[in-house]
């Protein structure tokens, strides 16, 4: 699944079922998924890809460099690297201190020239990133990653219990996730224009709001078929206006890139992180 950063949430972007036992992607599947991804919104618009330690190796990383995709993988600890002028080494050899971070650039790993960013963790592990973006920012760019997880358990539960279908067939389970991705935009989408038209949610004493936007656009949904006892008809005549809103809302997104994608604005679009994940 690859799904795409708006601020603090993501919202799924593209999904394909894989018929294997192992649940990783091979680097044939990245590739056509990312291709299709710029098929969709255009590689302009895409600021950098994400993706963790299943999504490694020489072809996959060389495909990104080469297509001019901005990327920061992160990687296992036992990759090799080597600086400019320096033999191969392992990460363990720079004796980092816990929480200590460090930066390379322009190191070969996995045959590719790239920036890295290392920093070692206090479990004895290290967060290994390499990454064609401003190498100074790399561990705060990779940190926006944690969003991925919340979209997931948005998806997988939270209402929508994603993982609790019956389902065998690959292609209903891809219909099914359709109508839960749109669902849950839909919700975020309620959830933040809430908070934004008609009233801040508040927040609590640790910082987090009381109501995250998904859990205020699924109340607010849940509250507009309980202000009456409706009939069939009527619970249907809302159900398709709401319908309608939604197609409305993405004809007009529509209409309004492809108008600045011709008129020669597509530089001034925001860009937008990629991540690709295995769910």
């Avoid at 394909?16 to 969709?40: P, W, Y």
């Avoid at 901005?70 to 600086?83: D, G």
């Amino acid at each position: 699944m690859v799904v795409v950063g708006c601020g603090d949430y993501q919202l799924p972007l593209y999904w394909e079922m894989l018929d294997n036992k192992s649940g990783n992607s091979s680097t044939r599947d990245r590739k056509a998924i990312v291709e299709m991804c710029v098929n969709l919104i255009g590689k302009e618009r895409i600021g950098y890809i994400v993706g963790d330690r299943e999504f490694i190796g020489h072809s996959w990383i060389k495909y990104l460099k080469d297509n001019g995709i901005n990327f920061i993988m992160r990687l296992p600890k036992h990759h090799l690297l080597q600086k400019p002028d320096v033999s191969v080494f392992k990460i363990e050899c720079l004796n980092l201190k816990i929480n200590k971070a460090v930066i390379l650039r322009d190191c070969l790993v996995d045959g590719v020239v790239a920036n890295v960013w290392v920093k070692a963790l206090q479990n004895g592990d290290f967060l290994y990133l390499l990454g064609t973006v401003n190498v100074e920012f790399m561990g705060q760019l990779y940190a926006k990653r944690w969003t991925i997880e919340t979209c997931f358990q948005g998806l997988k539960g939270r209402g929508f219990n994603l993982e609790k279908t019956h389902l065998k067939c690959l292609k209903k389970i891809k219909k099914l996730i359709a109508l839960v991705a749109i669902s849950y935009a839909v919700c975020i989408s309620m959830g933040i224009y809430f908070h934004a038209k008609v009233q801040k949610i508040k927040k609590k004493k640790h910082g987090y709001k009381s109501n995250s936007f998904l859990r205020k656009g699924i109340n607010m949904i849940q509250e507009l078929f309980r202000q009456a006892i409706l009939t069939d008809t009527a619970i249907e005549n809302r159900i398709f206006s709401f319908l309608r809103c939604i197609k409305m809302q993405m004809s007009h997104y529509q209409k309004k890139y492809a108008y600045l994608k011709k008129a020669g604005y597509s530089r001034n679009l925001a860009n937008i992180m990629l991540s690709i994940n295995a769910t």
